[in-house]
């Protein structure tokens, strides 16, 4: 069964730091980009960042560059979203999304109608 097993996340004053982990199990990692998506309540599920696992390109949101990285450890299967010099418009519930084949591009805003399997999600709360 093909899972998307995500930790980390918290409650962290801002300008605070925190690290989400997304660990794959029984997919071919590398034919797979994964995207964290953030959603608050009464708003749209947002792509925040992507990662290909198949050449490493990367998609961050304009609202999270230069604060947050997205990075990939092929030999644990596990995609990381360092996230740091964190806002109060940050909080919301963080999922990460693996889509098989996924193309990414650092303008090419993931859709999350595309997604093929999904994290539970962990929230993230940033207290001003």
């Known amino acids: 069964e093909v899972q998307l097993v995500q930790s980390g996340g918290g409650l962290v004053q801002a300008g605070g730091s925190l690290r989400l982990s997304c660990v794959a199990s029984e997919f071919t990692f590398d034919e797979y980009a994964i995207t964290w998506f953030r959603q608050d309540s009464g708003k749209e599920r947002e792509g925040v960042s992507s990662?290909?696992?198949?050449?490493?390109?990367?998609y961050y949101v304009d609202s999270v560059k230069g604060r947050f990285t997205i990075s990939s450890d092929h030999a644990k299967k596990t995609v990381y979203l360092q996230m740091d010099s964190l806002k109060p418009e940050d909080t919301a519930v963080y999922y990460c999304?693996?889509?098989?084949?996924?193309?990414?591009?650092?303008?090419?805003?993931?859709?999350?109608?595309?997604?093929?399997?999904w994290g539970k999600g962990t929230l993230v709360t940033v207290s001003s």
């Open positions: 990662i290909s696992n198949g050449d490493g390109s990367t």
């Open positions: 999304a693996a889509r098989l084949f996924g193309t990414v591009l650092p303008d090419l805003k993931p859709d999350p109608y595309r997604q093929d399997y």
